[in-house]
Structures are given as C-alpha cells and as structure tokens.
C-alpha cells in the first residue's frame, strides 16, 4: 500500500519560514515526479511546485516563485518544500503527490497526479 504523509505544517507569523516534508513509503519514488498542492477554504486544490524524479530540474507556480524550494532525498524517500517569506495568503492544506508519467514537461494538473497524501495545514499570521 502506497502511503505518503506529510509533516511541518503549522501557525507561523508573516515573513516566517516553514519546512514541509512528506515521506512516501510502499513505494520507490526514485522514478517519479513529485509536487506539492495546496487548498484553501472554499477554494481549488492549485499546484504550487514539482521536481523531476532526478531533483535536477523544479517547477514554481507564480504565486511563490523565489520563496519556496522544492527537493527530494529519493534514498530517504522524502520530498521537501522549504517555505520562506510566508504570506497570509499561503494558508492552506499543503499535499504532496506523485506522478509517475517519466516524459514530457512537469505536471501541474492535480488531475495528473496518481498518489496523494492527507495533507498538513499552513497558517501564517498577519
């Protein structure tokens, strides 16, 4: 059974940091690509980074380009997202998931993506 938790959420003041990790097990992840999502209430899950199976190449949506970092440790079998310079409006249920399509250009459709963990919240103070 294919398991991915999530862990570092939290409540951190605006301008604070916060370092996800989702740890996937069941599974090698070493050929997938990874991505992290977020929803928020009353809102779509929208796609907030991805990573290549190798780690060598990442994609951000707009919205937290040059303030997060994704990565990956595929001996540990973990996916980071290092947040920095958090915002009000990066509140949210943050999911990591993975896509196991090997061609092609990073996946930004949540619909793309075959395994999801549950989610840990992000809430970041004004």
């Known amino acids: 059974q294919v398991q991915l938790v999530e862990s570092g959420g939290g409540l951190v003041q605006a301008g604070g940091s916060l370092r996800l990790s989702c740890v996937v097990s069941g599974r090698t992840i070493r050929n997938d690509r990874m991505g992290w999502f977020r929803q928020a209430p009353g809102r779509e899950r929208e796609f907030v980074a991805a990573?290549?199976?190798?780690?060598?190449?990442?994609y951000y949506s707009d919205s937290v380009r040059g303030r997060f970092t994704i990565s990956r440790d595929n001996a540990k079998g973990t996916i980071y997202l290092q947040m920095n310079n958090l915002k009000s409006e990066d509140t949210a249920v943050y999911y990591c998931?993975?896509?196991?399509?090997?061609?092609?250009?990073?996946?930004?459709?949540?619909?793309?993506?075959?395994?999801w963990g549950q989610g840990t919240q992000v809430t970041v103070s004004s």
């Open positions: 990573i290549t199976a190798s780690g060598t190449t990442t």
């Open positions: 998931a993975a896509n196991t399509s090997t061609l092609g250009r990073l996946r930004v459709s949540a619909g793309e993506y075959s395994y």
